[in-house]
């Protein structure tokens, strides 16, 4: 494994970060022109980077203990460095001239659990070339090209949620975003409560789940409605004439963003986890994303003391859990949850509050 010093011959020119994030509610809602409400995570993606001086871009991550060259007019192969690739040819097409470059990426987010690594890879590249190379880019700009590199060269059809999180959220509020205006702004936890995050120990990986097909289905239904997307639905009634699977994929949608506004004006710490509960229920049964693991993991938490409602975090097919819970009492309802769900070989593991054996290695 190669250290800074030894890749750099030195150190870097600049260093940047940017955190992944949970979301709380608002899955699956924000390439529908929804509304979501994530958390940033404490764990975030480190981007160190100087000039090459050598007319090749030199990528090198750890976590992959791999390092990735190619030249300036050329292109990465696919993998981590496609990403970044997309963070340097969407600067470039903004008329800044970036020269070669030697980045080196260290994460602590776990990789596969749903917390948006990519994103936090992508916002702290940019970061770190503004930074760099000292032009003009506003946050919300920098998530808008974010989203593009992963839709261009990583092949993710995504939304601009986990773009906009990582670029605008902190760790001790939500950041409730509109993703059609791109609107947001920062709304308080409810009182009294603390967050834990748990891996379900099933790796996911976006570009290979049905994440495109289950967008492909809510753009049919929208045509459908006549609506320019589902956010112009607000009656969940009006959907139940669509065909099947349209009908409970638009369901979902159009009730998680109810969730979503309702929770944005400020609700119970009771009642912010039962619409916790219920966009959990709903993406397991009308968005189909949630897996048996998931589901698993999320009915031991709620039987916790403390616990006031659990749902999967991230787009599903595998990854991790979020419980809202209350203060002080998260750490020991996940142990218990943990010790039920790890029987049968599992390797399920807290994400979120960091367990105090990883923080030294933060």
Do not use: W
């Not at 800044?96 to 948006?116: A, C, F």
């Not at 409602?309 to 991790?320: E, I, P, S, V």
């Amino acid at each position: 494994m190669l250290n800074p010093d030894t890749f750099f011959g030195g150190a870097p020119e600049v260093n940047a970060s940017a955190p992944g994030r949970v979301n709380l509610l608002g899955e699956h809602t924000d390439y529908n022109d929804g509304f979501m409400l994530p958390v940033a995570t404490p764990q975030r993606t480190l981007v160190a980077m100087s000039r090459s001086g050598d007319g090749h871009f030199h990528l090198y991550s750890p976590t992959f203990d791999d390092t990735v060259t190619f030249a300036a007019d050329g292109s990465p192969p696919q993998g981590f460095g496609s990403y970044i690739e997309g963070c340097i040819r969407l600067v470039q097409a903004e008329g800044v001239e970036v020269p070669p470059l030697r980045v080196y990426i260290t994460t602590d987010l776990p990789v596969g659990s749903g917390l948006s690594s990519s994103a936090a890879l992508e916002v702290a590249t940019l970061r770190a070339m503004r930074a760099l190379l000292g032009f003009e880019l506003d946050d919300v700009k920098l998530a808008r090209i974010a989203q593009r590199a992963e839709i261009e060269y990583a092949h993710v059809n995504c939304g601009i949620m986990d773009q906009m999180a990582s670029s605008l959220c902190d760790e001790n509020n939500m950041l409730f975003i509109d993703a059609r205006t791109l609107e947001h702004r920062l709304v308080q936890m409810p009182a009294g409560t603390e967050l834990i995050v748990i891996d379900s120990g099933v790796a996911r990986t976006l570009a290979a789940s049905k994440y495109n097909e289950r967008r492909a289905e809510c753009e049919e239904a929208s045509r459908k409605l006549g609506v320019q997307a589902l956010r112009d639905v607000t009656d969940p009634s009006t959907v139940e004439g669509l065909p099947s699977p349209m009908r409970e994929r638009a369901r979902h949608v159009v009730q998680e963003n109810l969730r979503v506004l309702e929770a944005a004006q400020g609700v119970s710490p009771e009642r912010f986890g039962e619409l916790m509960n219920a966009s959990h229920f709903s993406l397991r049964d009308d968005y189909e994303v949630s897996i048996p693991e998931l589901d698993e993991l999320c009915a031991r938490l709620r039987e916790q003391p403390g616990v006031l409602g659990a749902r999967l975090t991230g787009a599903g097919f595998g990854g991790a859990c979020v419980a809202l819970c209350r203060a002080g009492q998260a750490q020991e309802a996940a142990a218990n949850a943990l010790a039920a769900y790890n029987k049968n070989d599992r390797q399920g593991r807290i994400l979120i509050p960091v367990p105090a054996e990883q923080k030294g290695q933060q």
